[in-house]
């Protein structure tokens, strides 16, 4: 009898509270796991205040296995209101399958630079599908204490950073340099496209590649990748199974010196490391030269074209155009610089520093992403693959220009 | 009352075991095998007939991958045909010795790592084998053989047969289990015809029980190569799709699921990824078919 009085009371209650929700849910995709504790107590909350009817869940899922995961489940019609995109190519392809809306006419989308949205349009930039977010900022993290006591200076030339990594190893305290081979992307986004745009010039050697006018096998291009045949000697040992958390933790524990980086470390960096941090940003050839800073448009929110809460989707994303939103985001995560026109504040040191290159220096993007991943071999799975083989000495500078542009001309016009 | 010839409570009986079945199985691997035959131009599905498959053959980028993920395949199973089953063997020929004590205690043992996920075995032997924090380096530099340790998982040289290897050492029990059964069930008057014969001890296991348990390994070499050739959570757990260092231990499974899904940058493609499958299904086909045409019709006549 009392099971039964319970399990009606269970029932009702069930049915009372599906009615009493009479508010919006939205769901949002996304990869970064990272992130789950910030927008669960910070950027949600601050959303939910300002739009009492409308709830927002943050379900991310791991970083390697998103693509996937998303694409099974718009397919399947089981995907979020809300979806977390990827620079270009993926996320384009979405929106030609018309899994994502066009925002071009959303309010918010004025507060943004035409650079800034276009790893998110068609390739006329006819139609902008998702709302930018952020951008990370490659160069290298240092440990200011380590570098203290060996009495090293900044290195700003690309001698000036081979100098200060052999006087790290020949003290044999430190670990040089904390990278690993394991996982092969680290090599390319923290080596290859990090130190490259140096070499061709940021944007000018990038759109000339798209262009078709300059190759792989010119020496802009192939000469990141002899400075990367140099690096192998002061990666410690075994770095050829060192994966990427491997490497956070040697340089969090403070046992190597330098850590080639993307600003998004600087969270958790500064949870774990309990040693100052510096920043330097990739080595010039000669002092005073020009530099260029690898500032890629990262992360930006898109809203399902199949989302039955369309109206309450885009009240969040117009809301991510603000100010507020902007500073809650660069301040909640440092090292992920907003991409809006508003000029945000920001408290951590460590962004600061890598935020103020962009006044120094130029800003590109990775090369490999935009138009030139399109196709099989895709140009970035390729540049891991190079990058690693180039660290690891196994082949030389030259061959692996010759063999990226064979792959490339084998799809792409232009560089036929 | 016999109404018509049919049994109609066999087909009533079987009825649901099939209708599951052809639903999860049958359906969708030849949805797979047509799916092969289309390709995806400006969002419309266009069929191609064997084109994918021409590509996959034909265009180096694809045809390199492939034959190199084959190759490795073959060597995965290589591994575990001259590692995996001796060691099976001989673990199942010490166990069933009767005068062996805590056999049920080694039994468990040695049958543990099997039950265990692969997520777990990826990450616990890439931890073990980790140049920085693995304990690999001190247990080897402990009995004075530093000198054979190397970062196993991120030399070309070494990823794929170490990958084997562990996979070996998680799989090892399922041999074993299946010899020791077929141990165990050799006939006693058999034995002891040997016996009174004078063939005693190890010329009785060559002589004797090894034809015996032949049937035996013929089950475990084909279950070891379809198993090998449907390989991939290993791999994906320690190496990523990309199956790294430098494709060294990239097998079908992960350039199917790289193609497949995408991967990173790289979209996946539907239509080139059921080709990869339809070759896989191809090749695990044949395979059993040489075994059970080739192979088990031979065996038969050393059964009882």
Known sequence: MTRKILSLALLGSTILGGAAAAEVTLTIESWRNDDLTLWQDTIIPAFEAANPDIKVKFTPSAPAEYNAVLNSKLDAGSAGDLITCRPFDASL???????????????????????AKSAWQTDDAAASFCMPMASVIHGFIYNKDAFAELGLEIPETEAEFFAALETIKEDGNYIPMAMGTNDQWEAATMGYNNIGPNYWKGEEGRLALIAGDQKLTDPQWVAPYEALAKWGEYLGDGYEAQTYPDSQNIFTLGRAAIYPAGSWEITGFNAQADFAMGAFKPPVQASGDTCYISDHTDIALGMNAASPNAEAAKTFLNWMGTSEFASIYANAL???????????????????????????????IRSTYQVLSRGTPNLENETWGASVAAIKGSKSATDLGMELQDGLASWYAPQK | MKISGIKWHIVIFLAPAVLVYTAIMIVPLFNTLRLALFTEVDQVRQFVGLDNFRTLFGNPHWSEQFWNALGNNFWFFFIHMIVQNPIGIALAAILSHPRLR??????????????????????????????IWGITPDMLNAVGLKWLYAPYLGKEEY???TLALISVWQFVGIPMMLI???????PEEVLEAGEVDGITGFSAFWKIKLPLILPSIGIISILTFVGNF??????????????????????????????????QLQLGDPHMGSAIASGMFGIILVGVCIYLFGIQTRLRRYQF
């Open chain 1, 334 to 364: 440092p090292g992920f610089f907003s991409l809006s026109n508003h000029d945000v504040a920001m408290e951590d040191p460590l962004a600061q520093e890598f935020v103020s290159w962009r006044g120094e220096c130029e800003s590109t």
């Open chain 2, 230 to 263: 449907n390989a991939f959570d290993l791999i994906y757990t320690t190496q990523g799709a990309l199956a790294g260092p430098a494709f060294s231990t990239d097998i079908l499974g992960t350039f199917m699921y790289r193609t497949f899904f995408g991967f």
């Open chain 2, 180 to 186: 020791y059964a077929a141990l165990l069930s050799i």
């Open chain 2, 159 to 161: 990823a794929l047969t």
């Open chain 2, 102 to 131: 805590f056999a049920a205690i080694y039994r468990t043992a040695i049958f543990v790592p099997t039950i265990l996920s692969f997520v777990i075995v990826g990450f616990a032997w890439k931890l073990i084998l980790s140049p």
């Open chain 1, 93 to 115: 392809a979405l929106y030609d399958a018309g899994h994502l809306a066009d925002l071009s006419d959303l309010d918010g989308m004025s507060n943004f630079s035409s650079v």
